[in-house]
């Protein structure tokens, strides 16, 4: 049994993010959420009965202000955490012909460098004993394909992140999960047009299950790569 029941998630307001938190709730972990819309904050504080110093609402984890302001939200809180989720995330399905700079830049920052400040961020609150760190990659990296430059080559970015991160804090107590789904019925897909159809795709409370379940096992338990696929 973990001894600190505090998590901290990026992206609680989307599919994946949700069903983790309702598995964390169910398995009597305290969920701390930040997220950049208040309106969907304030909607899972009342789903939830959290406290209002238990969302915190910022459009960016990665420009200086808002790493700061963050951070300030953390320390104020004077909690310690043992769990931190990163499953905020952007899909963009588009040849590189298509892609503006604009749209390059913004997808990267919430997929790859936002992942970056939100290890900084978790790290600088994490309980004694351990930090459990979850990253969402993506299976479409496994191969090339066409309109995948921009989406596969943050996932890819967040891959080795991941792996090379997860080295550098084994021996401190921190482990670093990085989960490569398939399609998972979300509104990740809302914005992706011709994608394959939503019964075949993976339900997001199966994620759930499986990511919450794996965050309990014992610390010598080491998997950084776990490919969760539908048929
Ligand atoms: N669904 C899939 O098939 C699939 C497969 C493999 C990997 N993944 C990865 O899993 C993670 C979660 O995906 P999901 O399916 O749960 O998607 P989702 O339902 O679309 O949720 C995306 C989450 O990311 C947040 N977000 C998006 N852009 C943001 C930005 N610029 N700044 C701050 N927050 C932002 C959204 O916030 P708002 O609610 O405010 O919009 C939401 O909380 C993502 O990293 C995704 O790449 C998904």
């Not at 972990?29 to 904050?41: H, N, P, Q």
């Not at 304030?42 to 963050?70: H, M, P, V, W």
């Not at 891959?159 to 989960?179: C, T």
């Amino acid at each position: 049994m973990m001894k600190n029941r505090n998590a901290l998630i990026l992206g609680a307001t989307g599919g994946i993010g949700e069903a983790i938190c309702n598995e964390l709730r169910l398995e009597k972990f305290d969920c701390y959420l930040i997220g950049r819309s208040a309106e969907k904050l304030t909607r899972l504080r009342k789903k939830y009965l959290l406290s209002s110093d238990q969302t915190f609402c910022t459009n960016s984890i990665t420009s200086a202000e808002g790493f700061q302001k963050t951070q300030s939200w953390l320390g104020n809180l004077k909690q310690k955490f043992s769990i931190a989720i990163h499953c905020a995330g952007l899909g963009v399905m588009k040849r590189a012909s298509e892609i503006s700079l604009e749209d390059w830049q913004a997808l990267m920052d919430i997929n790859l460098n936002s992942a970056f400040a939100f290890y900084k961020l978790a790290w600088g609150i994490r309980s004694t004993d351990r930090l459990e760190l979850v990253y969402f990659g993506s299976a479409s990296v496994d191969q090339a394909w066409p309109k995948n430059s921009l989406y596969g080559a943050s996932k890819a970015g967040l891959e080795m992140f991941a792996k090379s991160l997860q080295k550098e804090i084994r021996p401190d107590g921190g482990r670093v999960w990085l989960y490569k789904p398939g399609s998972v019925r979300t509104g990740f897909f809302d914005q992706l047009p011709n994608h394959m159809p939503r019964m075949k795709m993976l339900d997001p409370e199966t994620i759930a299950k499986i990511v919450v379940e794996n965050l309990q096992k014992k610390q010598t338990f080491f998997l950084p790569e776990i490919p969760i696929l539908s048929e």
